[in-house]
């Protein structure tokens, strides 16, 4: 199989400003590795945090003295929040789903936070020792859940602020009766709430398994948490998103049917009072249905009480992410969903027409039907939504429309030989970038199955890769998509979270097979570094001279060239023909042949990694004399 390069928009003539990677960065396609697939150089890899080995500090818990304890494991969503007071870059929040009881982390669920710097030098990550408010001195510590809020379960996704860097751990975990809390949570005595929300929810009693399924705020800098959220109903929730106004927030819930819904605060920051809202897009003027959120009862029944009011229906929501204005959510799919629409549908939910796209691609027979026909045929179970698609929700207009769209569209799995290169299966955890001004979409799967091309014919791991996708391209498919890692046996690919500086991307192989070698066996928090530099974005850039005139001194010869480019400077170099498509890489060199290359007009880029400026311009290639 060829392998994919990392190149997103290739350089064309004349410039009118473009954005690209400088160099590709290969990683060979492997659908069984047993470790992380890292990118090579220029990028930089590292380990940060390894569930099960690493030792969080924590706070008396059930009886327990402070001490520390091994981290749990399945680490999931990965929150930031930057140190605006010192020279530390800032925290970082690492959630755990796999739910185990912990006498001194806490049954079910958790959390994990330790604070990061960079090094100067190799601008690599350095965990930073801390001393808290109560007295823990170490670098790892665990989120005191169980002194606060009461147990949590399942931590999926969550919420990171990009206002102000503010932390939400969602709880995924949806029981219907403490017995389906198993051992993992041993006390099931009823619990009786403790919130500064108003309504009829402080001092309120509700069975355990009750008090699970909510967004929950932490304080990462003292790593403990603050409420959960039952203004904002009980949910299998797993993503969601501020918007720039620090008032709304956008939720997803990972279920068939899951609900889109949004919280809007009467005051910016105050996320206490505020309304409820389950999107409906059929509603007349704005597509949103209240629901009355000041009452306990209410809130525990959001689900019921959202589709008896005609919520829209989705199949799986699960990372939301907003940039420059627009909400964007994962529909990750699921197979076999039409006896669960059905039942959504029975309550009053509805759908919309998202769907009719795929199923056109998937059944070019069905071209003829009515989208009302198609969505008819969603509802009843015609379609299996094997790859899911990412979903954009524009608040000005009030649409949810196909971002995009999961595939390739296969019956069967093809042989190894014969797998399609670019592909996209059940997209999970979802961030964006921005690098030099330009944003980078960040998709991580999670595969739902085998079957249906997710992996070639033989291959039994469900093999999740994350990809980058430019968002200047218009109309986004999976051949947009560019794969930069890819997780070991047994494990999701998920938690991805840029630094706000634009350097380094955080992600999580979650849940890995026992069988792989160590630090591969357990679940990690590791990150890549070195976007700033990989990347660059040209804007404004009319003609060729400017680039040149740019240089900074960096001088290449002779120009018109025949036989060998000379360089006065060891450097990265790449040749681009007329038509931007590149022709020719060199690393680490002074001189590049270019005898090979047929006579014409050339773009180069150079990346000198000493300085970490990157020079380009024209070449001409002529006939040797």
């Known amino acids: 199989m060829k392998k994919l390069r990392l190149l997103l928009v290739a350089l064309a003539l004349p410039f009118c400003g473009y954005s690209q990677f400088v160099f590709d960065v290969e990683i060979d396609p492997s659908f069984e590795p047993n470790t992380v697939v890292f990118p090579p150089s220029p990028l930089k890899n590292q380990i940060l945090f390894i569930g099960g080995t690493d030792k969080v500090q924590t706070t008396e818990t059930y009886g327990n003295a402070p001490g520390e304890a091994l981290a749990k494991q399945w680490n999931d969503f990965i929150g930031f929040t930057p140190d605006n007071e010192s020279s530390d870059l800032g925290w970082v929040s690492v959630n755990h789903e796999r739910i185990i009881s912990n006498d001194s982390i806490g049954d079910g669920g958790g959390m994990t936070v330790f604070k990061v710097k960079r090094d100067p030098i190799t601008d690599l990550l350095e965990v930073v020792p801390q001393t808290l408010a109560d007295g823990r001195s170490g670098e790892y510590f ?38 389906a809390l198993n051992d993992q949570v041993r006390n099931l ?37 603050i409420r959960k959220q039952y203004n904002w109903g009980r949910q299998p929730f797993e993503g969601g998103a501020i918007a720039a106004d620090n008032k709304t927030v956008y939720m997803g819930a990972d279920a068939t049917p899951g609900i889109f819904s949004k919280f809007v605060a009467d005051t910016p920051g105050d996320f206490t009072k ?7 897009h ?36 699960e990372w939301v992410t907003y940039h420059d204005g ?13 006896t669960r629409l059905k039942e959504g549908a029975a309550l009053g939910g509805v759908l919309d027409d998202h769907w009719v796209a795929p199923l056109k691609k998937r059944f070019p027979e069905f071209a003829d039907k009515t989208d009302e026909q198609l969505i008819d045929l969603v509802m009843g179970g015609s379609f299996n939504d094997y790859y899911g698609r990412v979903l954009k929700f524009d608040p000005a207009t009030g649409k949810v429309t ?29 961030n964006v970038m921005v690098v030099n001004g330009q944003a980078y979409m960040l998709i991580c799967e999670d595969l739902n199955g085998t079957s249906n091309g997710r992996v070639p014919m033989g291959i039994t791991n469900r093999t999740c890769e994350f990809y980058i996708l430019d968002m200047s391209i218009s109309a986004p498919n999976v051949d947009d998509l560019v794969r930069v890692s890819i997780s070991p046996l047994g494990a ?69 060239v025949s036989r060998e480019l000379e360089l006065n400077k060891l450097v990265d170099i790449a040749l681009y023909n007329a038509a931007g498509a590149r022709v020719k890489v060199a690393r680490n060199t002074k001189t590049v042949s270019v005898n090979d290359l047929a006579t014409g007009a050339y773009i180069y880029r150079a990346f000198d990694e000493k300085t970490g400026k990157l020079h380009g311009g024209k070449i001409i290639i002529e006939e040797a004399k």
């Not at 309504?199 to 929950?216: C, P």
């Open 142 to 179: 665990n989120v005191d859940f169980v002194n606060t809020v009461g147990e949590t379960g399942m931590n999926c996704g969550g919420i990171t602020s990009s206002v102000d860097g503010r932390i939400w751990t969602a709880e995924e975990w949806f029981r219907a009766d403490n017995d």
């Open 189 to 225: 005595d009823q619990f009786t709430i403790s919130t500064d929300i108003p309504g009829d929810f402080d001092g309120a009693t509700i069975e355990k398994f009750e008090n699970f399924n909510y967004m929950v705020e932490i304080d990462p800098k003292e790593a403990v948490a």
């Open 274 to 280: 505020g309304k409820l809202f389950a999107y409906k």
């Open 282 to 317: 059929d509603q007349s003027g704005e597509p949103w249905v209240e629901i009355a959120n000041d009452k306990l009862e209410d809130m525990l029944n959001f689900t019921q009480i959202a589709l008896s009011k005609g919520a829209t229906m989705f199949n799986r929501l």
């Open 326 to 338: 627009a909400v964007y959510m994962t529909e990750t799919g699921r197979d076999n969903i039409g």
């Open 402 to 430: 196909t971002y995009l769209e999961g595939g390739s569209f296969l019956e069967e799995s093809p042989e190894l030989a014969d797998y399609p290169e670019n592909h996209l299966s059940n997209p999970d955890g979802l």
């Open 492 to 560: 999701e690919m998920t938690g991805v979270q840029p630094t706000p500086d634009g350097k380094t991307i955080l992600l999580n192989s979650q849940h890995p097979s026992t069988d792989n070698p160590f630090p591969y066996n357990n679940s990690l928090t590791y990150a890549i570094t070195g976007w700033d530099q990989a990347i660059t974005a040209i804007t404004g850039v009319k003609d060729q001279k400017d680039l040149v005139a740019g240089a900074d001194e960096f001088i290449v010869f002779p120009n018109a």
